[in-house]
Structure formats: C-alpha cells, structure tokens
C-alpha cells in the first residue's frame, strides 16, 4: 500500500511540474502550443512568440509586434539581444510576424500585411491574456515602414510606434488615428536613407507624424544622450501636441543599425512601471 501510495503521489507531483499556464491557455482553446522557433499558424501564414522572463502565467501582458528587416524571418527576432533582450527583461510579449518573400508591402495603403498583423494580435490573444490598451508596434529597416504603416491605417489600436532606421517615401499619407511615435534613424544611412525635410531639416523624419499629431514643425526641446560611448543620440521631444500623443526623435551620425538600448530605453520610459 505504501508503495501505491508513493507512485500515485509520484504522478501527481510531475504533472504539476509539467503544468504550465501557456500550454493550459493552448489545449483549452485546442490550439497547438507555440513558442521561440515554433511558428504560430495564422492561416497560410505564420509568426513567432516569446514570453517574458517570470512572467507569472495569468497578469495580462503588453506587447510589441515587431516587423522583421528585409531577407529576414521571425526567428532572428526571437534571439536578438537588443529586441528580444528589451521585451524579456520589461515584460513585455514578444511577436514577431513572417513576411512574405521575407519582405513586407508597405507601399500600398491597401496591403494584406495589415490585415495579416493584425490577425496576428487576435491570435496571439487566443493564446496569451494581452494588454491591449498597451500594443506597441515597431520594426527596422523595411520591417521599420511596415510598422510605419501598420500604425497609419490601425492606429486606434496602438499605443506607440517605435520605428528603426526606416520611413514612408512619402510622408504625405492621410492615416487613422495619432499615436505616440519614437523614431530612431541615423543621417549616414545608405540604406534607407535619413528623411530630411525640404531644406535639410532632421525634423523632416518625422513629418507626417508632427502633422497627423498637431505638433510643431521645431521640437518643444532637445536631449543628448547616449547607452554606450561610441553613439550619441539628439533627441528631439514634441509635447505639447494637440492630440496629446507625444514624439521622440533620436538622430544620430552613423549609418544603418539597431542601436544598443535602443528599445529598453523607449519601453521603460512607456512602461513606467518598469523604471524602478
């Protein structure tokens, strides 16, 4: 009898050692569990996810859906440092989508990439109890003018666009809603070139924003700054914007890259119970 008793509680301890919310949250809804290097169906298409470290299993969570660059697929993001390093440490759930070709469609106002992001939200939150009043969009490079994009025509359901090294061609563009913007691009860039204004104005980058924002076309001030020694930022901060979404500008002298810190800076300071 002891010895039944001992197995019986044997079984017991490791199936509650197995138990994990994620994989509870995926057989309830019949889902097939999906994380890191394992796709996420969304239907012909797919995209990659990754938790925070300690996250408890039930607190709702932010999220940042980011585009990958061009040639690139969602497992890179997945592993790197200074994105998936950011997002682990601050909490916040991770998504990155698959482009097709390994590229996005971001000329078009009418592209199926909005649409297939935002599947991607509605399917992860099958998945994950997200916060959806704190979704940030961001990418780099071409994956930058897709978030660009995406935050244009669904910016009723962004919090803030946190963009890298890559803009609209044509800043001109009507989009939905305002929302918070942090930009980082740097005047070197050969790749997708700096978007200056007119005259040579830096401010330039951010144009379309400053206009569908209600801000000013010279930043309320500027900050220099920088994480490492070898790059400083100027910031330029619009405040006092009519819509009350606020833009961050950081303009450096280098060329095509994402900045170390870059994104936990920018998370912290939107996520301000992560500062402490």
């Given at each position: 009898m002891r010895i039944l008793s001992f197995f019986a509680a044997l079984m017991v301890g490791l199936?509650?050692?197995?138990?994990?919310?994620s994989t509870a949250r995926a057989e309830s809804t019949d889902l097939v569990e999906c994380q890191l290097a394992v796709p996420c169906p969304v239907g012909s298409r797919s995209f990659h996810a990754r938790l925070p470290d300690?996250?408890?299993?039930?607190?709702?969570?932010p999220v940042l859906l980011h585009f990958h660059g061009w040639g690139r697929q969602g497992p890179l993001i997945m592993k790197h440092g200074r994105i998936a390093g950011a997002t682990r440490k601050l909490g916040v759930l991770l998504l990155a989508p698959n482009g097709l070709g390994r590229t996005w469609d971001f000329w078009d106002p009418d592209t199926d990439d909005v649409d297939f992001a935002l599947q991607v939200i509605e399917e992860a939150a099958k998945r994950w109890p997200i916060d959806r009043s704190k979704i940030f969009v961001s990418g780099y490079s071409y994956g930058s003018a897709m978030a660009w994009r995406f935050a244009c025509s669904a910016g009723s359901k962004v919090h803030s666009l946190l963009a890298v090294s890559g803009s609209f061609p044509d800043q001109s563009e009507q989009c939905e809603a305002p929302v918070n913007v942090r930009h980082v691009h740097g005047t070197r860039d050969n790749v997708m070139d700096y978007p200056f204004g007119p005259n040579g104005e830096v401010e330039g980058a951010v144009a379309l924003w400053r206009y569908h924002n209600g801000c000013g076309p010279k930043a309320d001030y500027l900050k220099d700054w920088q994480a490492v020694k070898i790059l400083q930022f100027q910031r330029h901060v619009w405040e006092n914007c009519s819509s009350g979404k606020s833009i961050r500008l950081d303009v450096h002298k280098r060329g095509h890259f994402i900045p170390r810190f870059w994104f936990e800076r920018n998370l912290r300071e939107l996520l301000p119970s992560q500062n402490g």
């Open positions: 199936s509650v050692s197995s138990f994990s919310p300690n996250w408890d299993g039930k607190s709702s969570l």
